[in-house]
């Protein structure tokens, strides 16, 4: 699903999540300011999670939101 994202957005999603980069560090990376990174972050993050909705059904969801802390408990 990433590698499906936009390569502007990949590349600032990927650069905060795994690089540990912060929103200025990529936006001097990427020539943008500070505020289009964080814009990009959130369009691709909303793009997976709407991508991650449409593979796993409601009550699936719904499940898992009602069993959280049960399952970090263990």
């Given at each position: 699903?990433?590698?499906?994202?936009?390569?502007?957005?990949?590349?600032?999603?990927?650069?905060?999540?795994?690089?540990?980069?912060?929103?200025?560090e990529?936006?001097?990376?990427?020539?943008?300011?500070?505020?289009?990174?964080?814009?990009?972050?959130?369009?691709?993050?909303?793009?997976?999670?709407?991508?991650?909705?449409a593979?796993?059904?409601?009550?699936?969801?719904?499940?898992?939101?009602?069993?959280?802390?049960?399952?970090?408990?263990?």
């Amino acid at each position: 699903a990433v590698s499906d994202l936009p390569a502007a957005q990949r590349t600032a999603l990927v650069g905060r999540e795994l690089g540990g980069f912060t929103h200025e560090e990529i936006a001097r990376q990427m020539e943008i300011s500070p505020g289009a990174t964080k814009q990009l972050i959130y369009r691709a993050r909303l793009t997976l999670r709407n991508a991650v909705g449409a593979l796993i059904p409601f009550p699936m969801i719904a499940w898992l939101v009602s069993n959280t802390a049960r399952i970090a408990a263990i």
